[in-house]
């Protein structure tokens, strides 16, 4: 399994993003998709959340109706767009992958992950 995240980098306040997690060695069916990030000298946050079929999200509350998780089956990868970015919206963010049977916001309930890419929102 492995999960290549990119799309990161420096962007002003007010600007957008969109990351990318091509996955492969998955069957897309049984996994739930999800961006975390993690910001110096804090622990790693759930960012939004997307369930292969059906399509069903969830985002935590700090991102709501600025961010949107988003799959393509035909590219095997997901998408984090990243709108009207803010200052703490900074950090490394990852993708991950969990079966469906497991937790949606809890980063111990996933079992494989990407390498991480950094955001950096200026002021």
């Known amino acids: 399994v492995q999960l290549q995240a990119s799309g990161g980098g420096l962007v002003q306040a007010g600007g957008s993003l969109r990351l990318s997690c091509e996955v492969s060695g998955l069957t897309f069916s049984n996994y739930r998709m999800g961006w975390f990030r993690q910001a110096p000298g804090k622990e790693r946050e759930f960012v939004a959340s997307?369930?292969?079929?059906?399509?069903?999200?969830n985002y935590a509350d700090s991102v709501k109706g600025r961010f949107t998780i988003s799959g393509d089956n035909a590219k095997n990868t997901v998408y984090l767009q990243m709108l009207s970015l803010k200052p703490e919206d900074t950090a490394v963010y990852y993708c991950a992958a969990a079966r469906l049977a497991e937790g949606v916001y809890s980063a111990a309930r996933y079992a494989y992950w990407g390498q991480g890419t950094q955001v950096t929102v200026s002021s």
């Open positions: 997307i369930r292969w079929s059906g399509g069903y999200t």
